[in-house]
């Protein structure tokens, strides 16, 4: 069974004014679409091709010999993560467990959200900035290139996409503006409990 690509969980022009339409559509239906040509053309038949993804980016990270199947492995991942991890009119604060937990581990979300920004624009050229559940505890955390916490061993609970091409069209070189209105208005917290519900 060949990869594919999964459709967005909203219309391509939904995150507008913060994504625009052109954006979304440059990065799911060339960038998340040639990472999954080029998985689909590093597995062809070989064992590879029926594990899963997640499978496949666990055993081939590391792996010198197969940077290729895990680099484009992971950032097909990485991308459906990314677009579940926004909704239109998203943002704000969280309720519950997940307002519970980053008060217990982040200090709160005024402080998430700092740490948050500063992992995500510290993050030397592209890469990801992630929340993470490690060990029962939330932590803030920012991979270079395709490298993501499944691969880390951890549990991925939020992402933001900081390759450059994520935001150029729409903010230039501004990438501090881009995670702020990603935090501010698009961050889908219900996918973040989703997910942590699943870590218990
Ligand atoms: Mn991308």
């Keep these: 069974m060949a990869f594919e690509l999964p459709a967005l969980p909203y219309p391509k022009n939904a995150l507008e004014p913060h994504i625009s339409e052109r954006t979304m559509d440059f990065h799911h239906s060339r960038h998340h679409q040639a990472y999954v040509t080029n998985l689909n053309n590093l597995v062809k038949g070989s064992p590879a091709e029926s594990q899963s993804l997640e499978e496949l980016i666990k055993a081939t990270y590391r792996d010198t010999s197969k940077t290729g199947v895990f680099n484009n492995a992971a950032q097909v991942w990485n991308h459906t993560f990314f677009w579940n991890s926004m909704k239109p009119r998203g943002g704000g604060s969280p309720s519950g467990q997940v307002a519970q937990a980053i008060d217990r581990d982040c200090g709160g979300i005024d402080k998430f959200k700092e740490q948050f920004k500063a992992a995500a624009v510290g993050q030397f050229g592209s890469g990801w900035a992630w929340l993470v559940a490690d060990g029962g505890k939330l932590k803030i955390t920012a991979t270079p290139n395709a490298v993501n916490p499944l691969a880390e061993g951890q549990t991925a609970l939020l992402t933001c996409d900081v390759w450059e091409h994520a935001y150029y069209l729409d903010y230039q070189n501004r990438r501090p503006d881009f995670v702020q209105t990603f935090?501010?208005?698009?961050?889908?917290?219900?996918?973040?409990?989703?997910?942590?519900?699943?870590t218990r």
Excluded: E, P, T
């Design 183 to 198: 935090l501010d208005h698009l961050v889908n917290w219900d996918f973040v409990a989703q997910n942590l519900s699943k």
